[in-house]
């Protein structure tokens, strides 16, 4: 199908974005944590988002904790920065791990462009890191690699829940899926009472472990060259 944009425009505005691209990705040389990031204004760290969901990151040398939020959430009487409206509910997050021994190399990027978050490890045995998300389904991916010799072992824990509230949660698997929920307010015009993040490791085996109602791990190891 045609392009309904003139190709000047299109080549123009490829063009000018070219140009900016150095100043539309954040770096960090350092691991920045979660009280460096947090905000109840704009966020202070990198982050995704596709209107619906959003994530934001805070890290170690060995590896990045992903906070998820439903963006359009009326709940826990939070308001945005504007002081009236929808507020973002923490729904819970994905915290992974590399166990690996610290090194320097550490790197994070946030490429407003690629819509990516990219991280490489402070670890002897480096992994790669690249976190993106779809547009029309609420599908949060990230791909680990690594080019070391060895297999490098790592664990995801998913993970319900927030630290300032006490409503009810739950967490278990099923085959390959892991599940976690966590319910909310249901008195007063609340759209919603339960919200749950489903997680899902592909091209390797993993080991699964409930830890409690709100987490369970997936253990597994990168195989060097194989995504």
């Known amino acids: 199908m045609p392009s309904c944009l003139p190709t000047q425009n299109v080549e123009t505005e490829a063009g000018y974005f070219k140009d900016k691209k150095q100043i539309l990705t954040a770096r960090w040389n350092q691991p920045f944590s979660q009280e460096e990031t947090e905000s109840r204004h704009a966020p202070k760290g990198p982050f995704l988002g596709n209107g619906d969901v959003g994530i934001i990151t805070y890290t170690t040398s060995d590896g990045q904790t992903l906070r ?24 819970g997050g994905l915290e992974i791990n590399v166990h690996s021994q610290p090194a320097e190399g550490f790197g994070y990027e ?35 690699s690594t080019k070391t010799g060895k297999p490098v072992p790592v664990t995801v824990t998913t993970y319900a829940g927030c630290e300032d509230t006490c409503y009810a949660t739950t967490a278990d698997f099923c085959g390959e899926v892991t599940q ?15 919200c749950a993040i489903s997680t899902r490791i592909v091209g390797t085996e993993s080991r699964k472990h409930k830890l409690s109602n709100a987490q369970v791990t997936d253990n597994f190891t990168v195989i060097p060259s194989t995504p």
Request: net charge negative.
């Open 68 to 91: 998820i939020g439903k963006v359009d959430f009326i709940t826990d009487n939070w308001e945005d920065w504007t002081g009236n409206g929808p507020a973002a509910l923490p729904v």
């Open 180 to 194: 976690v929920s966590r319910r909310t307010k249901s008195e007063g015009n609340v759209r919603w009472i339960n």
């Open 110 to 144: 946030m490429s407003q462009l690629e819509a990516e978050l990219r991280m490489k490890t402070g670890t002897r045995e480096q992994v790669d890191m690249v976190t993106w998300m779809t547009m029309d389904d609420n599908y949060v991916v990230t791909e680990l």
